[in-house]
């Protein structure tokens, strides 16, 4: 027997902003260093227009109405609202956040708002980024103007989007200064900065918004060893501890757990730790945590032959590190069209997980299947692929409810069609079909998809029936 959703469960879904606004240059708004990309892989796009959503807002939010979200979770543009990152506030930027929550307001849709996705400005990349404390100055002030424009509007707030992604891949997503001498020494000092900003950001939202609530927004990962091999076992702890555990202990316990920090110590990569610094992450009481989970991981020992640093460098494909573990395949699971493991059960595993090592509330903000999807004749999506991810997700999160965890809600990647992190437009995601390609802009038509259709019902029906 099931346990029910919760009354008020919040079935909602994710974008982010460079991801779904476009509007790139307009109304004052400031580069970010997603803009400042000098190149763009064959087959991928730029995010000058992405899926025009700065444009087309209220339609949109009328479509998520007519969907039936109660969320919607979006992220702010830092270089929309303060263009240099740190200095004067940009007014029309920081009004489209206000129109935007205030129209889902009137939708009766609760706005989830992260304070940053991958975008930094620009302006503070030049200045040395997350290498620079004076960034950690940056972002609590930024947060302090977000709040004080929606802090009585907006209920849940999450600070840092995938930060552990941005640190596994942080040449990819851009936060690496050019010519850094030690980049992974370099990510983890950055790593340990953007750990201090979000810990200040928490205690300033408890602060200043004292019924709001505010999260961590980490990607977890489920992780397997390869086998019952003890020592595959190991390697399967001891990459969790990196992947994982590391940022969330930090966040939520105001510590690096033991096994992370004595492999960043055995690299060489330990981030410097100041005075003072300890307080300000064990200050920080996060209300609840967000995850993002897409797929799990599988992995071995190392060979130590020299075979082991293996991946291929996608986001969600696990790279080796020789001295400490190498990827695996799982031969009980299924990829995606884009080689990401498909494991609804490990979903349900990593709720547990998390739930038990914090006993905070949990709150899903990403989960998703990217797929080359048709826009028929008729105008839908024949999206039955997508429908079965969710559903087996869906119910593994039921399940994990009725394992006791206490989740707050679910909002899948992405409400509609935008631009992916680094694999283009034809890796869609959304409940609505936005009719684009790479290059050619076509009428950024919105198409509902049959997912839109069986979303509606699952949460008219308050899950799945
Ligand atoms: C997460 C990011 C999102 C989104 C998603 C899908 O890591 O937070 O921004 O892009 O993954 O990834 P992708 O676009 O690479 O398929």
């Not at 260093?33 to 763009?40: G, L, W």
């Not at 009481?285 to 640093?309: K, L, W």
Request: charged residues 20%; glycine residues 8%; contains cysteine.
């Amino acid at each position: 027997q099931l346990t029910p959703f919760p009354p008020g469960f919040l079935w909602g879904a994710s974008t982010s902003a460079y991801q779904v606004e476009g509007a790139w240059d307009e109304d004052g708004k400031g580069p970010s260093v997603i803009d400042a990309r000098a190149s763009y892989p064959e087959g991928t796009s730029d995010y000058t227009v992405a899926s025009d959503h700065y444009h087309r807002f209220r339609d949109d939010v009328a479509l998520f109405a007519e969907l039936g979200l109660k969320a919607y979770r979006f992220s702010v543009s830092w270089s929309r609202v303060i263009p240099d990152g740190d200095g004067e506030v940009n007014p029309e930027g920081l009004q489209f956040y206000v129109d935007l929550v205030d129209e889902l307001r009137a939708a009766g849709i609760e706005p989830i708002v992260t304070m940053y996705h991958f975008d930094l400005p620009q302006a503070l990349q030049e200045k040395g980024g997350w290498s620079s404390r004076a960034t950690i100055d940056a972002f609590e002030r930024y947060a302090r103007v977000l709040l004080d424009a929606l802090g009585q509007k907006v209920t849940y707030w999450l600070t840092i989007n995938e930060q552990n992604m941005m640190v596994m891949h942080g040449a990819a997503l851009g936060i690496l200064p050019p010519g850094t001498e030690d980049p992974q020494r370099e990510v983890h000092q950055q790593n340990h900065h953007m750990l201090l900003a979000q810990a200040r950001v928490m205690r300033l939202v408890h602060d200043v918004a004292p019924q709001a609530k505010v999260g961590p927004a980490p990607n977890v990962a489920c992780v397997y060893p390869a086998s019952p091999d003890p020592a595959d076992v190991v390697a399967a702890e001891d990459f969790s501890a990196i992947r994982n555990w590391l940022y969330l202990d930090v966040a939520v316990r105001g510590r690096y757990n033991t096994l992370a920090w004595a492999y960043l110590t055995e690299k060489g990569w330990a981030p410097q730790i100041e005075d003072g610094d300890l307080q300000v992450l064990a200050a920080a009481e996060p209300n609840f945590i967000a995850f993002n989970y897409y797929a799990s991981h599988t992995v071995a020992a190392p060979r130590g032959d020299g075979t082991d640093v293996g991946g291929t460098g996608d986001q969600h494909i696990v790279t080796g590190d020789a001295d400490v573990y190498r990827p695996a395949e799982n031969p009980h699971l299924k990829k995606n069209a884009f080689g990401w493991e498909i494991d609804p059960v490990g979903f349900r595993t990593t709720f547990r997980q998390i739930s038990d090592r914090y006993g905070l509330p949990l709150l899903v903000t990403e989960n998703g299947l990217g797929a080359y999807d048709t826009l028929t004749e008729d105008g839908r999506v024949h999206d039955d692929y997508r429908i079965d991810y969710l559903a087996q997700h869906i119910e593994q999160m039921q399940q994990a409810i009725t394992d006791g965890v206490d989740v707050l809600g679910y909002c899948p990647w992405s409400a509609v069609d935008l631009v992916s992190t680094h694999q283009g437009v034809r890796k869609r995601y959304g409940f609505v079909y936005v009719d684009r390609d790479e290059t050619d802009l076509r009428s950024l038509a919105r198409y509902r998809k049959d997912s839109f259709t069986w979303y509606q019902s699952v949460i008219r029906a308050n899950g799945l029936s």
